[in-house]
């Protein structure tokens, strides 16, 4: 499992290996073979897209974990700060210029992938925040402690729900905003929400 440690490692490695440059992810590179047998990222797949921890301990950033090379733009459409660099071509992976994301979430809405997160290390002395994509009904409830899931769906410990942001004219996915236990914050990738099925 991804944890909070490896989260530290993870980004020093990035940078060691010469792939994090002038706080700007490049996520070229081959994936890890974990990641072709079962979808699931390894370390060092996470270590190219989670950003330096300086900047994870800044405020709010987001976190590409698309690692797929498939025909899809929207996340460069929907930033209105141009950290998502151009693609070249449509099937490039997405490049962040972390130095220029407010952690503002329009992507983790429009990404038809589910693959972007907003994480929010140091929301408070002892928790993080996460925005995720949500895609179930029912919505949970601000205040609402639901279920935090780790990436295999496996409840890792329990998440307070802080805002729940609903797209504009059905278009994109709803957005939760839930605190969590500070050092999971690259562990929580999803909620269960007593009752919840997929939305249509
Ligand atoms: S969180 Fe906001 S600023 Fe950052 S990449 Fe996404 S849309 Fe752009
Ligand atoms: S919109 Fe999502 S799935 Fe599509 S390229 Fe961007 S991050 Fe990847």
Request: charged share 25%; net charge negative.
């Amino acid at each position: 499992m991804f944890g909070p440690d490896d989260a530290s490692a993870a980004g020093v490695a990035a940078a060691g290996r010469g792939d994090t440059v002038a706080g700007t992810v490049a996520p070229a590179g081959a994936a890890s073979g974990q990641l072709r047998r079962t979808g699931l990222p390894a370390v060092e797949d996470l270590a190219r897209v989670i950003p330096p921890q300086e900047v994870r301990r800044r405020g709010p950033v987001a976190v590409f974990e698309c690692f797929e090379r498939i025909p899809c733009d929207p996340c460069y459409w929907s930033c209105k700060r141009g950290a998502v660099k151009p693609f070249g071509d449509i099937n490039d992976l997405p490049e962040v210029d972390w130095e220029r994301c407010n952690g503002c979430g329009l992507c983790v809405a429009a990404c038809p992938g589910l693959a972007i997160f907003v994480v929010h290390e140091g929301y408070t002395d002892t928790t993080s925040l996460i925005k995720l994509p949500y895609e179930f009904l029912p919505l949970p409830e601000v205040g609402q402690v639901v279920g935090a899931l780790d990436r295999e769906g496996t409840r890792v410990g329990e998440a307070r729900v802080v805002r729940v942001q609903k797209p504009r004219e059905k278009v994109g996915t709803p957005v939760v905003w839930i605190e969590v236990e500070r050092d999971l914050a690259h562990v929580v990738r999803n909620i269960a929400v007593a009752g919840g099925e997929r939305g249509e």
